[in-house]
């Protein structure tokens, strides 16, 4: 069957490398893609948001699925879209509905979502301009380190954690006041959790789920996890912390009541659920939060290791025969460098000529923010595009020699001011 991927990131290039490899996939189309996945696929220029065009684009071409990597066309509503259209309902969507996807949307719809459910999480309150004296009191109340959120989507830059509550009710009042712009027109106050965090992935048709294997992400840009947030610098999958029991507290405690949550709520939920979780000091383990979709780097070093034909999975998935599915995994450990421009996540410059990836044999690199353009003679040449350039992903018996793997391949690699932390699973 004809397949359409939305997206343009690593994440992409990692799910059309499991895609390219199923039999039940004739042609794979991804919009817009990136010159990762243009040796996989067909890539198309249409933005992941432009429903109109993807709802052209899939009729022309007899698309029999869309599967959908980042968040933004889902909090926009593409599934919603999608099924509310006569002539494009018989697609199935690999995505949650326009509500569902308000777990990663919305900071207070979550919040209140696991509450409903006694899901653990940090205790919470929110706040708007109507009620900053509210806010501003509740703050007088709390022990810092004290955790402020956008409600809304800010591009991974709406969490602040402040030291002190002064800092604290200037930040929340700068936020209020347009700091995040509409996102954070709601704040969320948060309870700070000390801890050391991992992710759990889940696939789910809303009814039954599968639970894929867990990973860690490296979110700082610099070493011993100092600076700025990024995207996201680095994964391991699995941290060697996370025991099997921890998994079945995870599974009891949280996947259990979130699914069930979904149908108390009659949420329509077909696709992943991220679970960002928080393992604290206190041994106890809470979410932090859950996203609508894969994770970047995540989606780099997990799906590689998950064996199954994917798309058969989502032919299951779509068709509510989930508990049929047995998840294939191999158990080998997989370690994922981000290769990033230099200054990201501040300015950085684009455009860099990159060389090396054809000599590397034990690894997959898969490209983020990368372009192809012509040089005077017309041959195509490969350049940064993005703050984060390439994904360098290697398995092995364990993370520390996958990690010496891509480690030794990242070095390969080459482009002006090319910046990649050396010390990924440095805390693990
Ligand atoms: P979020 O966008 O909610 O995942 O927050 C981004 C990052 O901020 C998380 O990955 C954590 O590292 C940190 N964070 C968020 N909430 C808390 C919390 N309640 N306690 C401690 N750290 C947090
Ligand atoms: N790596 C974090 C995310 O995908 O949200």
């Known amino acids: 069957m004809n397949i359409l991927l939305l997206g343009s990131g690593g994440r992409e290039h990692a799910f059309a490398h499991s895609i390219a490899k199923s039999n039940k996939c004739s042609q794979l189309f991804i919009a817009p893609g990136n010159p990762g996945t243009l040796q996989l696929g067909i890539n198309v220029p249409i933005a992941t948001t432009d429903f109109a065009a993807i709802k ?52 207070a719809f979550s919040k209140a979502f696991m509450m409903r459910h006694q899901v653990p999480t940090a205790a919470y309150a929110e706040f708007t301009m109507a009620t900053l004296n509210e806010g501003l009191a509740y703050l007088s109340q709390q022990t810092p380190p004290i955790v402020l959120k956008a409600d809304g989507l800010a591009a991974g830059k709406g969490v602040l954690i402040c030291s002190s509550i002064d800092e604290a009710k200037d930040e929340f009042k700068q936020m209020l006041d ?48 100092t600076g700025l947030n990024t995207g996201g610098m680095g994964a391991v999958s699995p941290p060697p912390f996370v025991t099997d029991d921890m998994m079945k507290t995870v599974e009891d405690t949280i996947i259990k009541p979130t699914i069930q949550g979904f149908q108390k709520d009659g949420i329509v939920y077909i696709g992943f659920v991220y679970v960002g979780l928080m393992y604290l000091k206190t041994g106890e383990i809470k979410v932090v939060e859950y996203n609508c979709r894969m994770g970047d780097p995540e989606t780099e070093a997990v799906f590689p290791r998950w064996k199954n034909d994917i798309i058969e999975v989502f032919q299951s998935t779509v068709e509510g025969r989930l508990s049929n599915v047995d998840i294939d995994i191999d158990e080998r450990a997989a370690t994922t460098i981000i290769l990033a421009s230099g200054g990201y996540p501040e300015d950085f410059e684009k455009g860099k000529a990159i060389t090396g990836i054809d000599e590397i044999k034990d690894s997959i690199v898969f490209h983020c923010g990368t372009k192809l353009i012509e040089d005077d003679k017309g041959q195509g040449i490969l350049v940064s595009n993005g703050g984060r350039v390439l994904a360098v992903t290697s398995l092995h018996v364990d993370w520390k020699s996958a990690l010496a793997i891509s480690n030794k391949n990242a070095s390969i690699i080459q482009y002006e001011a090319k910046y990649y932390r050396k010390d990924i699973g440095f805390d693990l």
């Open 56 to 107: 052209s684009f899939a009729l022309e071409n007899e698309i029999k699925m869309i599967i959908v990597g980042p968040e933004a066309p889902l909090v926009e509503g593409i599934y919603d879209f999608v099924v509310n259209d006569a002539e494009l309902r018989h697609i199935p969507v690999i995505g949650p509905s326009k509500i569902g996807a308000q777990l990663e949307g919305s900071k």
């Open 178 to 225: 347009g700091k995040f712009g509409d996102a954070s027109a709601k704040v969320v106050i948060e309870e700070f959790m000390d801890g050391i965090e991992f992710s759990v992935f889940v696939l789910t048709d809303g009814k039954d789920y599968k639970i894929l294997p867990t990973a860690k992400d490296y979110k700082r840009i610099g070493e011993a996890d």
